[in-house]
């Protein structure tokens, strides 16, 4: 529960992932830190700046443990997902950066797991991407293109899931949620409002809105709202905006989303500022 | 040496998968010294002999899509999913918002200009299935070429490693679901 | 004009007895759960105005309110039957239990699908996970009231009773009665406390001598995750807050598992002198027990003996003449969610919100109720504390094995003569668990319930304990006559239900896990299938959120393991089967069209 104080002295205040050595300061978790340093950690829920919330777990990385307990030597971990022997499975963007951890990020192994996960978030939902205006804007569509996702693999749950076009100028496709909450936090921490929330359970979990109709005309969202930008797929956008930037010349035609500094891209793009 | 035999077929999809694989323009005369077409839209061969590579576009939405699908799969050695609705659906899966009742009801009977209003049941008509699937649902595939559509070139780095025996796969450049 | 007068009149009329009843409700306690249950009962649904009056009477987001309403089972937006019958669907207690489909008689009887109420209002049915009945047959909630013993002559009389409306109270009250069933007493049960002798003895030593007691005793959560509770409860007392907070966890939502309810039935005095030695040792003035919604009908009980340790001087102002020693426990029912067991999703609960479990670190014992630094135990650690103070240390330690020191409560249920409370010291092997409940030949035990672990007969010489299987109570039974891939689907549907839908692989694996199983059950898998479900298993375990996911793949992972055969003999031996059926896809379009011929259908 404490942190290991009692590692070699050049250690100290360093991480490291994949073998490169990583400074950090006290209050830092793995992912602020890699993000300080340059490298990527893939991420669909996390934006510097926001409440980290860790759920989409596209971030997980694997830990290396100093002891082996018992737990580590379970004969049911054997396929192909398992988490390497001796280590442990924690989100990089909630678990602080602690002197001495070993990370594995960028393996094979884990960017399958990813993958999969990249998989599960669109058979889950209905993502249609040559008819989404978020198309090339869309950071889930990067992640898949970044780990090399050619199907969804697992079959469709083919969910139905409402439409809310009442607002004059933002529009709400629960189709393509993915439940990463960025919209809910951001209204919260930066806007100062509560538009956002998730009701329901398990696959049941959907997005709502928080008016006395349940719709968005209805709440106290604004065009200028961090809220209203913030969504990394086509679940929320902006009405009348959505083919200034013509298809080919859009975020992750010209970018990776695995650059460092892409949050940035992906935001102000949305508000046409970037061409 | 005789030539690699490639089959293809558009289930529920526009062509336009088919209409970027002939953008391949001249490259089309060297592929050819390669390979031969059995049942396609190019040939009009009406059904699938044996084949090595079957190449689908579309999904699957009717009883004949099924019915093709698997004569696909039952002579191609290798099937590839071709496009954004073999591979999900695509934009005819968008109906799936929708029961089927709804959507008939839509088209031939509620819908404007609709004169003499039914819906349509002749036998020749293959039945719609409730739901529009990708492909995978129904058959092994072994290969997915993604992009609405995918583009010339996809389609010959696919074919051309496969012409090499090599696994085929896709630079990140040629990686794209639109 | 009339009408809309009418109208308004209506709905300012609806809106006043809202009103009215929120108030009542708040008047008992202002905590969201509870006010929506009274709502709930009163209405017997939350309609989208009742969100809106909770809201505003309670001044909470119009969302959290929504989303609460939405998250737990018990709560509904559409009306439920005056008669709400909810039949457990666990393997040890559920409708299928005794090898017929109860629920499907009762529907008969009722002219009622599950899942619906019938439309003269009259009833509703539905199933819903353990309701931690298993040591009394297949058993159901009727209106929060668990009937036991279910048999087929017994639904034709619930039916009647529906039919006829007869009030509960008229309905015949052995039906009701709940036994203890306690089979084997050991440490803990075996001699009740006297009311208030652990407090005096506490009292006695200081809180550095208490805590050390703890300590020293070995104690471990009997939650099955076994941290020491002695170390809880000093960090929780060296954590700098505002206030401490003491919470018992008894949402004891494990299948399989209900030992709690039993203690919470005959020792709850026992229960609230541990937690308020736990007070007095971690410095808090306020504690809550969190009863899962199942076990309301036990809050009356639980109530009175609260207000007797009040008049004892056991709770309150200056505790036993104790000059600065207060303390009181306030009781919070949850409403169907197993996640809530989950200690960090229990305290999101206990703050009226969904119950979604936090990130950690930071751990409950630093920032957990309200931010503020928190012990949350198991019922059986209470209990146990409680016993440790009044007898020490080393009789605890006399008892058990060297890292797992003391006794264990046993749920047993299952294929066995005699289901019920068995308490054995750590270290016992189940061989003889099943000798002493009477399971022969067993061919399998699911050890602490469906996210513990499945054992085969090669393994009955294992023992009981952190060290080698760990469980929170509960033991299953299945004999040789069990389909075990029914029981594992059964797990895997129960997993899907609960998962709170937070992170990804939990939410839409414990789906694909439940699909997948249901494709191979149904004889319709392959290899491929089957290979499937082990990544998937594997992803979910080692990659979710919280306990829920990382447990939820178990029953599979184990059975792939020790029963293979089990899967293999239901798949199909060819190359590849579709994800849905076909034909039945075509169903729709056949009625549409009045088609039936050959070509209107898919073999």
Same mark, same amino acid.
């Given at each position: 529960m404490s942190a290991d104080t009692t590692q070699n002295p050049i250690t100290q205040n360093t991480i490291t992932i994949d073998g490169q050595e990583i400074p950090f300061v006290a209050g830092q978790t793995i992912m602020d830190a890699a993000l300080a340093a340059g490298v990527y950690i893939p991420h669909l829920c996390h934006k510097p700046g926001l409440t980290p919330h860790g759920s989409c777990k596209l971030c997980v990385v694997d830990i290396a443990s100093r002891s082996v307990s018992s737990h580590n030597s379970d004969r049911r971990v054997q396929a192909k997902f398992q988490v390497v022997a001796d280590s442990r499975s924690v989100s990089a963007c909630t678990m602080p950066a602690v002197a001495g951890q070993q990370i594995s990020n960028n393996t094979p192994a884990l960017n399958e797991v990813r993958k999969t996960i990249t998989q599960m978030l669109f058979i889950e939902g209905n993502h249609i991407c040559p008819s989404c205006e978020k198309c090339g804007d869309c950071t889930l569509q990067a992640m898949a293109y970044h780990l090399g996702m050619l199907d969804g693999h697992f079959p469709q749950f083919l969910q139905r899931r409402a439409v809310d076009a009442s607002h004059p100028t933002v529009m709400l496709d629960r189709d393509r949620c993915i439940l990463c909450e960025l919209c809910v936090r951001a209204s919260r921490e930066v806007d100062g409002k509560n538009v956002f929330a998730i009701a329901g359970r398990g696959i049941n979990a959907h997005l709502i809105v928080n008016s006395a109709s349940g719709k968005l005309v209805d709440s106290d969202l604004e065009t200028s709202d961090m809220a209203a930008h913030i969504c990394p797929v086509g679940a929320i956008l902006i009405k009348e905006h959505g083919y200034e930037v013509p298809i080919g010349r859009r975020t992750f035609d010209l970018h990776q989303v695995g650059e460092i500094g892409s949050e940035e891209i992906i935001l102000t793009k949305v508000r046409h500022a970037d061409e | 040496m005789s030539k690699i035999r490639i089959a293809t077929t558009s289930l529920a999809g526009c062509f336009g998968c088919h209409m970027s694989f002939l953008d391949m323009d001249e490259r089309l005369v060297a592929l050819l010294e390669h390979v031969e077409f059995n049942r396609s839209p190019l040939t009009d061969i009406k059904h699938c002999g044996p084949c090595d590579i079957g190449l689908i576009e579309g999904g699957v939405c009717n009883a004949e899509n099924v019915h093709v699908l698997r004569e696909f799969r039952d002579n191609c050695k290798i099937l590839i999913a071709v496009g954004a609705c073999a591979i999900n659906g695509g934009v005819p899966a968008m109906r799936n918002h929708f029961s089927l009742r709804e959507c008939l009801e839509e088209v031939y009977i509620n819908g404007a200009g609709v004169e003499n209003p039914q819906i349509p049941n002749d036998v020749e008509l293959p039945l719609l299935l409730d739901k529009v699937h990708p492909i995978h649902e129904v058959v092994r595939v072994d290969y997915y070429l993604p992009g609405c559509p995918p583009s010339a070139d996809a389609f010959l780095k696919i074919l051309g490693d496969l012409l090499e025996g090599r696994e085929p796969v896709l630079p990140h450049n040629l990686l794209h679901y639109d | 004009m009339r009408n809309v007068s009418v109208t308004d009149s209506n709905t300012a009329n609806t809106i006043g007895v809202l009103r009215s009843a929120i108030a009542e409700a708040c008047a008992e306690s202002p905590h969201l759960l509870h006010v929506l249950h009274a709502l709930q009962q009163q209405f017997l649904h939350i309609s989208d105005e009742a969100v809106r009056e909770v809201a505003a009477h309670l001044d909470l987001p119009l969302s959290q309110v929504d989303a609460v309403n939405e998250f737990y089972s018990f709560f509904h937006k559409t009306p439920r039957g005056r008669y709400d019958i909810l039949f457990s669907n666990?393997?040890?207690?559920?409708?299928m239990a005794g090898g017929v489909d109860l629920m499907a008689m009762l529907g008969r009887r009722l002219d009622i699908v599950a899942g619906n109420t019938r439309s003269d209002g009259l009833v509703s049915m539905d199933q819903t996970s353990c309701i931690g009945m298993c040591d009394h047959g297949a058993a159901l909630l009727v209106n929060g009231m668990p009937i036991t013993r279910l048999d087929d002559s017994r639904i034709d009389r619930i039916a009647a009773l529906v039919e006829a409306e007869a009030p509960l109270e008229d309905w015949p009250p052995e039906w009701f009665q709940v036994d203890d069933n306690i089979r084997v007493s050991g440490l803990l049960l075996k001699d009740d406390l006297t009311v208030g002798i652990g407090l005096r003895k506490m009292l006695e030593l200081d809180v550095a001598d208490t805590l050390s007691e703890i300590i020293q005793s070995g104690l471990r959560g009997r939650?099955? =995750?076994? &941290?020491s509770t002695g170390m809880k409860w000093q960090f929780c007392r060296e954590a700098q807050g505002a206030a401490h907070y003491v919470v018992c966890n008894a949402d004891e939502g494990e299948p399989g598992t209900f030992k709690d309810r039993v203690i919470l039935h005959s020792h709850a005095d026992s229960l609230f002198e541990g937690m308020t030695v736990c007070a007095f040792a971690v410095g808090a003035k306020q504690g809550y027990l969190y009863l899962r919604g199942e076990y309301r009908y036990l809050l009356p009980h639980l109530q009175s003996v609260l207000a007797r340790r009040r008049e004892l001087a056991l709770l309150g102002v200056d505790i036993l003449g104790q000059p600065g020693f207060s303390f009181d426990i306030d009781i919070v029912v949850g409403a169907g969610a197993y996640i809530c067991g989950e200690e960090s999703a229990l305290i999101e609960s206990l703050e009226g919100k969904r119950g979604i479990p936090r990130v950690r670190p930071p751990f409950p014992v630093t920032h957990g109720y309200r931010g503020q630094p928190t012990v949350v135990n198991n019922v059986e650690t209470f209990i146990a504390a409680a016993h440790i103070v009044l007898r020490g240390s080393a009789w605890f330690r006399a008892e058990g094995t060297e890292k797992s020191a003391g006794s264990k409560i046993l749920s047993i249920s299952g294929d066995c003569a005699t289901p019920g409370i068995y308490e054995y010291p750590f270290g016992v092997t189940i061989r003889q668990v099943l000798d002493d409940c009477g399971a022969?030949? =067993?061919?399998a035990v699911q050890v602490g319930g469906p996210s513990g672990t499945l054992i085969d007969s090669a393994e009955f010489d294992r023992r009981l304990g952190f060290d080698d299987l760990s469980t929170g109570g509960s033991l299953m039974v299945f004999g040789q006559a069990r389909d075990l891939l029914a029981v594992i689907v059964n797990f895997a549907h129960f997993f899907a239900h609960e998962?709170?839908? &937070?992170c990804t692989p939990c939410r839409v694996g414990t789906a694909l896990l439940k699909n997948g199983l249901g494709k191979i059950a149904g004889g319709h898998g392959t290899r491929y299938d089957l290979d499937e479900m082990q990544h998937i298993a594997t992803l979910v375990k080692c990659r979710s959120h919280c306990g829920l996911g990382q447990t939820a793949a178990n029953p599979i992972l184990d059975g792939l393991q020790r029963f293979p055969q089990t899967f293999e003999q239901r798949l199909v031996h060819h190359d590849f089967e579709p994800h849905f059926d076909l034909d039945a896809a075509l169903e729709e379009a056949r009625q549409i069209s009045r088609r039936d011929d050959a070509a209107a259908h898919i073999e």
């Open positions: - | - | 666990c393997t040890s207690c559920g409708y939650g099955g =995750a076994g &941290f022969k030949n =067993a061919q998962s709170c839908g &937070f």
